[in-house]
């Protein structure tokens, strides 16, 4: 039987031009359009992490209520210098067992070519030490800077069935997972 899910989309940097946002806000956007899915989107910017670690002082009671009521995760990549933002790594240390056997879906963003794979791939070892379920169907959005129209929609109808098709699989996934957690 199917449960509703809290889905939580993560915007991978603070940093003050980032273009990533556009990312992040469409992707809630469409998780917002399947049925029996709310979407929280977290803003890095918007949370206060002093220090390094999981200790109580290092983390955000924002963040931790949202991790502790999350289905599934949808992270926002941005490649910096072919791996993942500080913040991103930041936010997801403050963290742990509000992740376990819990889906992610990844979305790599460049302004290069390559669309943030780089970053992508070297965040995979990360999630997985986290306790995550990694999805495969990952989606990469490159030359950011020029696919979005002025209101946050895609230039091309490719990018958002690219969206669709992994959000049907991590929905898949926090279906299997949260009955997992609840029954097994
Ligand atoms: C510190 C830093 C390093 C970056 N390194 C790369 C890179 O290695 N490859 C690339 O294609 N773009 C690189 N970029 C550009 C970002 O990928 C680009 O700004 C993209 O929009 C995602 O980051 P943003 O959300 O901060 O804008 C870098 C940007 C910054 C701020």
């Known amino acids: 039987m199917k449960k509703d899910l809290n889905i939580v989309v993560i915007e991978g940097t603070t940093r003050a031009q980032r273009q990533s946002m556009v990312v992040a806000e469409f992707l809630a956007d469409v998780g917002k ?5 709310s979407v929280t989107l977290v803003d890095p910017a918007e949370l206060t992490l002093p220090g390094d670690g999981n200790d109580p002082e290092a983390k955000d009671p924002k963040y931790t209520k949202i991790t502790e009521q999350a289905d599934a995760f949808f992270i926002v990549v941005p490649e910096y210098n072919h791996s993942f933002s500080g913040s991103l790594k930041r ?5 742990l067992q509000n992740y376990i056997h819990k889906p992610v879906a990844l979305a790599g963003v460049s302004a290069g070519p390559w669309g943030g794979t780089r970053a992508v791939e070297s965040l995979v070892p990360v999630v997985r030490e986290l306790g995550m379920a990694v999805t495969f169907t990952d989606v990469f959005f490159p030359s950011v800077q020029n696919i979005f129209n002025e209101d946050g929609s895609p230039k091309e109808e490719f990018v958002r069935q690219n ?4 959000y049907d699989e991590l929905i898949w996934m926090a279906q299997a997972l949260k009955y997992g957690r609840e029954n097994l």
């Open 33 to 37: 359009s399947r049925a029996g899915v």
């Open 163 to 166: 969206v669709e098709k992994a």
């Open 91 to 95: 936010l997801l240390d403050s963290e």
